[in-house]
């Protein structure tokens, strides 16, 4: 089974600090994504990635920065967190063959409260 | 711009079928997916659609007509254990983007 991890559930920060959300795939994906999830805002997209060193912003990459120097890791960085940057924080994964990358797997999220 | 509809709230009963609809506006359209979540779960991949027609997948079947920029999602045989929310998703080149989410409430 493909397992998508990230580093923490739960997240308290305090405004202006700087934030590591760390996830990590095991299937040897090509492709990482990152979202965030708002009540009556679905999933947005932040950034992604389909290959190491490789990054693409999203429909909202303000106020954020990613890393993957790894292929099985990709990790998103707010640079300064503020207060409207709280929300659940999903990463997730694909395949880059054909239909497959349409199957994207999360991971369990981490909830991050920003005060 | 690229957007999807659907509804925000479907309630039902056991038993019962629910179809839930997604229309979208979207340019380099390459299929439609569909995702359920459970309250504090990760979203977990149900269908996709690439082609005009009907997809099965045991309860769960997939609909998508590309001339008129509409799919539903099927849940035949309602179980409590389904009461979650679906999100309906368009395939861009690399990217998915997402709808808003149709919470699904299933009653005894």
């Known amino acids: 089974d493909v397992k998508v991890t990230q580093s923490s559930r739960y997240l308290v920060k305090r405004t202006g600090e700087k934030v590591f959300l760390e996830c990590v795939q095991d299937?040897?994906?090509?492709?990482m994504f990152w979202y965030r999830q708002d009540p009556g805002l679905g999933l947005r997209l932040i950034y992604f990635s389909y290959d190491v060193k490789m990054k693409e912003k999203g429909d909202i990459p303000e106020g954020y920065s990613v890393s993957r120097e790894k292929k099985e890791r990709f990790s998103l960085i707010l640079e300064s967190a503020s207060t409207n940057q709280t929300s659940m924080y999903l990463c997730?994964?694909?395949?880059?063959?054909?239909?497959?990358?349409?199957?994207?797997?999360f991971g369990p999220g981490t909830r991050l409260l920003v005060l | 711009g690229q957007s999807l509809e659907q509804p925000s709230e479907v309630t039902a009963v056991e038993g019962a079928i629910v179809q839930i609809n997604c229309t979208y506006q979207?340019?380099?359209?390459?299929?439609l997916s569909w995702y359920q979540q459970h309250d504090g779960g990760a979203p977990t991949f149900l269908s996709y659609?690439?082609?005009?027609g009907l997809e099965e997948t045991g309860r769960f079947s997939s609909f998508l007509s590309r001339s008129d920029s509409y799919g539903y999602l099927l849940l035949q045989e309602l179980q409590m254990k389904d009461s979650a929310s679906y999100f309906c998703a368009v395939s861009g080149a690399d990217k998915l983007i997402f709808g808003t989410g149709t919470r699904l409430q299933v009653f005894p």
């Open positions: 979207t340019s380099g359209f390459y299929g």
């Open positions: 997730a994964s694909s395949s880059g063959d054909g239909r497959d990358q349409e199957t994207q797997y």
């Open positions: 659609n690439a082609l005009d």
């Open positions: 299937m040897d994906h090509e492709n």
